[in-house]
């Protein structure tokens, strides 16, 4: 069902400076920064050769990943992008072996405009993952 690893999300203290240790210290390609207001995040994205890395900020007062840098204040691994082929037969097929998908089940526009969901960390190994339609 899986294919491609599309991304690995972490989120940072401070956006500039994360994407300043990729750019400069790694030598990575990085992104300029981009709100997604319906997500909750700034996010700035990684280039690397075989996959991206998502840096994630919150932006807005209910960013769903405000408790995540309060109980992770140095930052760290949020979660992983899989790519599917069709998101709604991965996401009956994830639903009908028992796997909770996340909100009210119905994929949304994610970071690259492409539908996406999350499935629960406790389902995945302890990972919040998320499934991304290409
Ligand atoms: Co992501």
Known sequence: MIGRLN????????LAAAATV????????????HDLPSHGVTT???????????LLYPLGENSPIAGFLEKN?????HHICYEVDDI???R??????????????EPKPGAHDKPVLFLHPKDFA?????????
Not at 45 to 51: G, I
């Open 126 to 134: 302890g990972t919040l993952v998320e499934l991304e339609q290409v």
């Open 7 to 14: 991304h690995v999300a972490i989120v940072v203290p401070d």
């Open 92 to 105: 009956d097929q994830l639903k009908a072996q028992g796997a909770r998908v996340l909100g009210d089940g």
């Open 73 to 77: 204040p140095s930052g760290g691994m």
């Open 88 to 90: 709604y037969s991965a």
């Open 22 to 33: 990729y750019a400069e210290t790694l030598g990575a390609t990085v992104t300029e920064p």
């Open 44 to 54: 700035v994205f990684v280039e690397l050769p075989n996959t991206k890395i998502e």
